[in-house]
């Protein structure tokens, strides 16, 4: 398949020329209310809490001022079975949407937690296929996933906001039983956090099996 896509120009019309709006370079991401799951996410709340009681030194990563869970195998035990399943379907799909059309992939997966000030910096999956988090517990409080513009040129754009040729970062609100997957390369950032009640979410990368 090409990487090069060719626009062909407008034929004239009687009334004037026509105006083709073409939104070039999109970047897709995935977001699904697992409904079905709601019940279970307080038992889960308890289990990532006694992972971090168990193991109360952070995986580090790119979680300041909270903890995350030190090995990449959290949706492995089987606690968070049905979790596995969706996260990996909703992996497939969109990996089918972005061309692969039998996805096979191995999935890295870990606990985030971030009590009062905590954050992530500004990162990306690098190595990956695609990456995504699942929410758990989001009080007032709680900043939002953070996409950064991906394009280097918006940066100098006189544009600013979500219209066509701005520059802008976007967020999306965590939302308890909220997934979203998102291209590995998509560089995010959480800002800190401002509650007693930690911000808890579960991370995860589907990696070439």
Same mark, same amino acid.
């Given at each position: ?83 596995? $399943? ?18 096979? =992939? ?40 953070? =996409? ?9 754009? =006189? ?30 950032? $959480? ?19």
């Amino acid at each position: 398949m090409s990487n090069f896509y060719t626009f062909c120009t407008p034929s004239p019309r009687a009334a004037g020329p026509a105006v083709q709006r073409h939104d070039l370079f999109p970047t897709r991401i995935w977001q699904v209310y697992l409904t079905d799951l709601l019940p279970r996410i307080p038992d889960w709340v308890v289990e990532i809490q006694a992972v971090r009681a168990a193991s109360p030194v952070s995986g580090g990563r790119s979680n300041r001022l909270g903890w995350n869970s030190p090995d990449l195998t959290l949706l492995q035990a089987p606690a968070f079975a049905d979790l596995d $399943v969706q996260v990996r379907c909703y992996c497939t799909l969109a990996l089918k949407e972005m061309g692969v059309p039998d996805p096979v =992939f191995d999935l890295d997966s870990w606990a985030n937690i971030h009590d009062r000030g905590g954050f992530n910096f500004l990162h990306m999956h690098d190595g990956c296929l695609v990456s995504g988090c699942f929410y758990l517990q989001a009080p007032d409080g709680s900043a939002g996933l953070r =996409f950064r513009d991906p394009r280097p040129g918006v940066l100098n754009a =006189f544009a600013k906001g979500p219209g066509p040729n701005a520059n802008c970062d976007m967020d999306i609100a965590p939302d308890p039983g909220m997934l979203v997957i998102f291209p590995h390369w998509l560089e995010h950032y $959480v800002e800190p956090h401002e509650n007693d009640v930690p911000r808890i979410s579960i991370a995860f990368n589907a990696r070439k099996g």
